[in-house]
DNA sequence: CCATCTTTGTGCACGCGTTCACAAAGGCAT
DNA sequence: ATGCCTTTGTGAACGCGTGCACAAAGATGG
């Protein structure tokens, strides 16, 4: 399988971690705004902190794409620039789908961050027959019975999935089935996906979870430590009380009464 | 500081793994729909299958938080959703200020898991006059005049920033001025930030260009491999031409012509 | 042409996170 | 009350990612 240097378990160009792929679109944004300003080379110590992360990591990143840099002087920004473009897939062109045009999804149409980098709206899909042919972004939304067509005339392999929870699943399996093998997920729910293909999830509501807890951590640690050790409510009894309570607050937090 | 057990360098509820942390709202997620079936219990199989973990996985981000199951039979929903959502301190009432009510600020508004979860949106701010007094969500969109007084009045420590990235940096520096303690970033930039600040990022962009990578390399695995040992661009030579190129394409990447 | 100085590329060690596999614990049936 | 059966909780091993620290490489000045 490898071609050439056998010193190290996995291909060169196969065996770039997940962790360095992450980070190349950081030092890729880095790169660009440097590129802007003109700026002909740059240092590791100076792009890591531009990109905020550590220079020795940097270093190990570029490594696993090749030696790209000049010792003594740094890395060439435009070609490093090429470089990164190259590996990540950003020199070819990337029709994308969005599906569910609410809120968020218009978001998305209109983010900027979208159409650059190599990234093309190719269809905004909804399900909602007054969306249909009404602009957004420039884009006329198409209703979700062209799905399978719009995927399959414009080669389309990457999906983006803005609807509600209820409906991502459902629309997941169909874009899989028309052929698409790379999916970004925005509704709060796991999606199941057979193999090969590949699903990212950005979960606006877990991220807040997360500063929560943290936060909380924070402002614990100025007061004593409270009592953690008893349990406020009921612990789980032999045999629990079957609670039918159909009206509980839906997705709010299920907060059991002291 | 540990109260009992020492057998651990950490104190238990302090020494929750990141790692954990950031699956623990998944788990909650799982535990409130199994809650509104008014299912009683769960078993660590079927909970992780759930939340797309696996069970021992599971089991063990559970036995950082204590000892909340009963062998033999599993957990109790309800119990062990109060647990995480204590653990996360979503048991308290968080209120956010969102700064930038352009597209996406609006949807993050308009977002249902914001709401849910403990989480407030004290206020929605917007540096454009335009916005100001116009209803978003249910909520009047206010002058970025008024963040100091908003986020002093609302006792608000968390802030979403969906501004451009040109206006991300200060906007961070304001509201951590002014007491905020966690930020959640959409801005497509590095966020400078004084220590005991927490910073969260979601880059719509990077998430695309991750699942480029991963396209591009299944694509590549069916046709032979190219010849990526020759880089098809001129190599960092010694002397570099400074390109003087001021109209570069802004943020789409810049190509290097062969 | 040689010495010096800067900066890269990387071997190595460490720590965190994941996974396996199993003993302990408790329910349940008889 | 006793034994069986299910499921938890966790010790231990493994692998990945990170950061240190330094040797190799090359530019630059004399």
């Known amino acids: 399988m ?29 790169l660009t705004a440097l590129s802007e300003r003109s700026v002909p080379t740059v240092s590791s110590e100076e792009l890591a902190s531009a990109a905020g ?22 890395y060439d920004v435009e070609y490093l620039v090429y470089q990164i473009s190259r590996e990540l897939g950003l020199t070819q062109d990337w029709p994308v789908v969005i599906v ?15 159409a650059s980098r ?6 905004l899909i909804d399900a909602d027959p007054a969306m249909s042919g009404k602009p957004v972004a420039g884009i006329a939304v198409q209703h979700a019975d062209e799905l399978e067509k719009i995927i399959s005339d414009n080669g389309v392999s ?16 169909r874009l899989v089935a028309a052929g698409v093998t790379s999916i970004l997920n925005f509704a709060p729910t796991v999606l ?16 807040l979870q ?14 004593p430590p409270e009592e953690e050790t008893a349990p406020p409510v009921a612990p789980p009894a032999a045999t629990v009380k079957k609670r039918t309570d159909p009206g509980s607050d839906g997705d709010v937090p299920a907060v059991m009464p002291a």
């Open 53 to 74: 992360v550590n220079s020795a990591k940097l270093r190990k990143d570029f490594s696993y794409l090749g030696s790209y840099g000049t010792r003594g002087v740094g």
């Open 118 to 123: 190599g990234f093309r709206v190719a269809a």
């Open 2 to 30: 490898a071609t050439g240097r056998t010193h190290r378990p996995a291909t060169r160009s196969r065996g770039i971690p997940e962790a360095t792929v992450a980070r190349l679109p950081l030092y890729l944004r880095a």
């Open 192 to 207: 199941t996906v057979p193999d090969g293909v590949d699903v990212r999830k950005v979960d606006l509501s877990i991220e």
């Open 100 to 114: 569910g045009i609410g809120n968020l999804g218009a978001a998305l149409a209109n983010y900027g961050g979208f």
């Open 210 to 223: 997360i500063l929560a807890f943290h936060e909380q951590r924070k402002a614990g640690e100025e007061a």
């Open 158 to 173: 990457i999906g983006v999935i803005a609807t509600p929870a209820g409906s991502a699943q459902q629309v997941c399996e």
